[in-house]
Nanobody
Framework: QVQLVESGGGLVQSGGSLRLSCEVLGFTYDHYSIGWFRQVPGKEREEISC????????KYSDSVKGRFTTSMDAAKNRWFLQMDDLKPEDTAVYYC?????????????WGQGTQVTVSS
């Protein structure tokens, strides 16, 4: 059974940093894509980052480019989203998701979500 277990959300002041973690359990293939998404109540879910293990390079939305960075601890099959220079508009529930190696368009598995709140 595939599971994505998230951790690391919380409350931070504007300009601060947080690191989210996403542990991938039970997925036996070597190549896949990991996407990070966020959602604010009443708004559509936004894809903010996607990285595929085939190429290793990540893509970021304009809203987070230059502030957020995705990385991986291969030994622990754990992905991270480092979020720096956080702004109040980054407040949302953040999700990691696992998709086919071709990209993050239609993820097959989702983490449980973690709340990030940025105070002004």
């Amino acid at each position: 059974q595939v599971q994505l277990v998230e951790s690391g959300g919380g409350l931070v002041q504007s300009g601060g940093s947080l690191r989210l973690s996403c542990e991938v359990l039970g997925f036996t293939y070597d190549h896949y894509s990991i996407g990070w998404f966020r959602q604010v109540p009443g708004k559509e879910r936004e894809e903010i980052s996607c990285v595929t293990t085939v190429y290793g390079s990540a893509k970021y939305s304009d809203s987070v480019k230059g502030r957020f960075t995705t990385s991986m601890d291969a030994a622990k099959n754990r992905w991270f989203l480092q979020m720096d220079d956080l702004k109040p508009e980054d407040t949302a529930v953040y999700y990691c998701a696992l998709a086919l190696p071709s990209g993050c368009y239609y993820p097959n598995y989702w983490g449980q979500g973690t709340q990030v709140t940025v105070s002004s």
